[in-house]
């Protein structure tokens, strides 16, 4: 049976190493970290070396680190109530909460005339599209840059960022909201004052404890220059893609993206069919933000760049990841473009 191929690290990152050892480790501390006694006690401890490593690998020492069950339960808890502007390519996390009054150009890119009453992410999940963060911006999603990018949060422009465990190798179903200090939050969640009063109810201490665990090797990666390699290999895909289809269109090309990401389009050919077929052939693939899977529907986000519903709906996306080959790239391109010259005679 032939070995699959992973090409979907923007919906999550396969678990590295350091955090399933850390996880591992973390299942034998036995107290609960809203306990004073010494099991209580090594189990805060636990939480508060992951909270220190999280802020280093963001580059946000000194700030309020708040953990969460993901980037979206953050999202909530900063944005609700507030009505904060953005644009269209925001994910569905930011832009339920949000007045929807900002436009994007066709590259993804947005200006933000009012950076304390917007919120502006940081990087595309679908396109790979990398802002520029005005200062005093209220809110960013940093979901997709955190671990891809060299970003700091103290120097990023904004007051409160979202991010995710599991899109650098931790575990699902762990995040955190990162706040300057002095600013707060009301909580939704409420009842025993953990996370600084913010967000109550007994820490996931395992998976903050790897979550910890991968950013610490994720900014590791990042300093060793892996991502450089990443992106050469997404250079060596795009250009294998473009000999097979003249007609295809690469998204945001010109423009500054993450790394990692392709996300193209030849108009006409549905999404998700091309990403059925890749299925079939070994590559995992996606069409769209993984929070929209399974639904039949035109990207918003390339709405909002100026595409139409038919180009918006052939889209797809592949995201490399550090273990990713030149092999397995060059094996999806031939892949891709055998089901290509089959929709194209069928079309005929």
Same mark, same amino acid.
């Given at each position: 049976m032939r070995q699959r191929v992973y090409l979907d690290y923007n919906a999550t990152a396969p678990l590295r190493a350091e955090a399933r050892a850390a996880m591992i480790a973390a299942m034998d501390v036995a107290g609960n970290p809203s306990s004073v006694h010494g099991e209580g006690r090594a189990a805060k401890a636990l939480i508060e070396k992951a909270r220190a490593q999280v802020a280093a690998a963001f580059g946000a020492d000194g700030a309020d680190i708040v953990f969460t069950s993901g980037a979206t339960e953050a999202a909530g808890l900063t944005l609700a109530g507030r009505g904060l502007a953005c644009a269209g390519v925001?994910?569905?996390?930011?832009?339920?909460?949000?007045?929807?009054? %900002?436009?994007?150009?066709?590259?993804?890119r947005v200006a933000v005339p009012d950076p304390a009453a917007s919120t502006l992410q940081a990087a595309n999940s679908e396109t790979g599209m990398v802002q520029d963060l005005p200062q005093g911006l209220a809110v960013t999603d940093a979901t997709q840059a955190f671990g891809k %990018?060299?970003?700091?949060?103290?120097?990023?422009?904004?007051?409160?960022? %979202?991010?995710?465990?599991?899109? %650098?190798g931790g575990p699902k179903g762990v995040g955190a909201l990162v706040l300057k200090q002095g600013l707060d939050v009301a909580a939704q969640i409420r009842g025993g004052g953990q996370e600084m009063g913010r967000r109550s109810g007994t820490e996931n201490v395992i998976g903050i404890a790897g979550f910890g665990a991968a950013a610490t090797a994720a900014q590791a990666d990042l300093e060793a220059g892996i991502w450089d390699g990443v992106e050469k290999l997404r250079n060596i895909l795009e250009n294998a893609l473009a000999e097979s289809a003249k007609e295809i269109i690469f998204v945001g090309k010109g423009a500054r993206r993450l790394p990692n990401t392709c996300c193209f389009l030849v108009p006409g050919w549905k999404g998700e069919t091309q990403v059925m077929q890749m299925d079939l052939a070994g590559y995992a693939i996606s069409a769209g933000s993984a929070c929209s899977s399974g639904k039949v529907k035109a990207s918003p986000v390339l709405r909002a760049m100026g595409f139409d519903e038919r180009q918006a709906a052939s889209a797809v996306r592949v995201s490399l990841g550090p273990e990713t080959t030149e092999a397995e790239v060059l094996g999806f391109a031939e892949a891709w473009s055998k089901a290509y010259a089959r929709h194209k005679a069928r079309a005929a």
């Open positions: 925001e994910h569905d996390a930011v832009a339920s909460w949000c007045d929807a009054r %900002l436009s994007a150009d066709a590259d993804g %990018l060299p970003f700091a949060f103290n120097w990023c422009g904004a007051d409160m960022a %979202l991010i995710s465990a599991h899109k %650098l």
